[in-house]
């Protein structure tokens, strides 16, 4: 349903987007995983022809983005990042402006049907200005649905939403792809990936840097193990010793709100951590926590990356 064969998006000098390639397959919730800045919503943008790739090439449905962006259109519903709503205006006649735009038949029977979809039907009246957060992503969703595409782009579905919010509109999106339908999205929550989607790209600085399933990328993961440990601080010299105890693989050094984070990526982390916390003491830092736990997607990508996502 999506084909994209070295696509990038150069602004001067900043590569927005650096020579990406995936497919997404008929019926799929694939997600592109990453941090703000990563190249994301750039990637929709060029998907839904909004931007004009630098070079490279996508099809979506069939069709080339660049040399059929009309017909793309057509196939694509769209729920953007911001929320491009008119607040002067109800839920069904924001619905209705897209309706008309694209020339959808049986206007009003389509409209009702959507509303009824995302639980919207008995508030559909109302101004949008009385609609929470969550009222308003469904709103989204809906007119997205509104001419009945093939495929559906999510940027950011449940940004700045709180967890009831984000779990209603999960389901929203679990039950479209019941339907059959294809989707996209784009996210920085580690779980909301995990929960949706077949398969996840991780981007990082415009590139994609692991690409497979959440569950395979997990058991891709550089160690049996992760022992999380938080520090007052973290020395080079701290790290070596660390480097040095038989079965860790890898460690990185993240800065936290409040403490240093050391990743130690190691194979029988249960049987590892009292060396661990024996080399930790004998330089006099303090330990704040310690966690041992199987690779989470987050785990992942601070291996692939060196950062934290959320």
Known sequence: MIEVNNLSKRYG?????DDISFKVDDGEIFGLLGPNGAGKTTTIGMLTTEIRPTEGKALVSGLDVTKNPLGVKMKIGVVPQHRSLDKKLSGRENISIMARAYGVQNRREKIDDVLRMVGLHER?????????GGMLQRLLIARALIHEPDIIF???????LDPHARRAIWQKIIELNKQGKTM?????YMEEADALCDRVAIMSEGKIVGLDSPTNLKKKGPAENVIKVGLDDVYPELIEKLKQIKGVKEIKTIEGARTMELHIYAEKGEELSPIVMDKIKTTGISIRSLDI????LEDVFISLTGEKLE
């Open 154 to 160: 999510l940027d950011e579905p449940t940004m700045g």
């Open 184 to 188: 996209l999205l784009t996210t920085h």
């Open 124 to 132: 559909a009246d109302d101004n949008i200005k009385k609609y929470s």
């Open 13 to 17: 000098n900043i590569h927005a987007v």
């Open 293 to 296: 736990r199987k690779p989470t």
